[in-house]
């Protein structure tokens, strides 16, 4: 299917786990974005990549690692969840002419137990 | 935090009303975008206006952009049932970073 998605859709974990998130979008984009929302904070980018191997960090990096190996795919993986990584998580990718829009992925509901 | 707000936080309104809703950024801009949001869902991008641009019509919607007052407002007309959503505005700082704001929930009742 053509598009952005994400995997999985709903993931419960314990504290200290290792989390993978994942993303794959079918446009060739160069640009794929991960923010995290909750509630009273918007959406708040974590990390970005502007082409493959090449990441960024965001705002709220912290705990959180990326890898961009392959245009489509930008896996987002928490190395040892804690319970205020609880959040929704959106992987987005954009076309590489700016200024775009982007296109978000339906997101990941994570819950840290 | 460069973090943009909008206000109102929530809106009810009737069908075939308008709603507006605006939002306030903090730093200089090269466009500002909204997008909508529906419940359990990603969010859709509905327009981008340039920062040298001041209004921005698509279908029922009109973004306005004063660069002066560092605000947005996005109007919607002729509101339906089905514009129940969360509302953001994002603007962009740069080539790669694009800043959220809060979000506006908009309940449009039958």
């Known amino acids: 299917d053509a598009g952005i998605t994400q995997s999985p859709r709903y993931k419960i974990t314990e504290t200290g786990r290792q989390v993978t998130l994942m993303c794959h979008q079918t446009?060739?984009?160069?640009?794929m974005f991960w923010y995290r929302q909750d509630l009273g904070h918007g959406l708040r980018l974590i990390y970005y990549?502007?082409?493959?191997?090449?990441?960024d960090k965001g705002e709220v990096p912290d705990g959180y690692v990326v890898s961009r190996s392959k245009t489509e795919n930008f896996p987002l993986t928490l190395e040892s969840a804690t319970r205020s990584q609880t959040s929704v998580y959106f992987c987005?990718?954009?076309?590489?002419?700016?200024?775009?829009?982007?296109?978000f992925g339906p997101g990941t509901r994570l819950t840290v137990l | 935090s460069q973090q943009g707000e909008e206000d109102p936080q929530a809106l009810s309104i009737q069908e075939g009303e308008n709603a507006t809703m605006n939002c306030s950024y903090k730093?200089?801009?090269?466009?500002l975008q909204w997008y909508r949001q529906n419940s359990g869902r990603g969010l859709v991008h509905l327009i981008l206006?340039?920062?040298?641009?001041r209004e921005k019509h698509s279908g029922r919607l009109r973004v306005t952009l004063d660069t002066s007052k560092k605000s947005s407002s996005l109007l919607i007309t002729a509101s339906r049932a089905a514009d129940t959503a969360s509302y953001f505005c994002?603007?962009?700082?740069?080539?790669?970073?694009?800043?959220f704001g809060t979000g506006t929930r908009l309940q449009v009742f039958p």
């Open positions: 987005a990718s954009s076309e590489s002419t700016s200024p775009g829009g982007r296109f």
């Open positions: 446009w060739s984009h160069s640009y």
């Open positions: 990549s502007a082409a493959a191997d090449i990441t």
């Open positions: 730093t200089s801009i090269n466009n």
């Open positions: 206006i340039r920062s040298n641009e």
């Open positions: 994002a603007h962009g700082v740069n080539t790669d970073k694009l800043i």
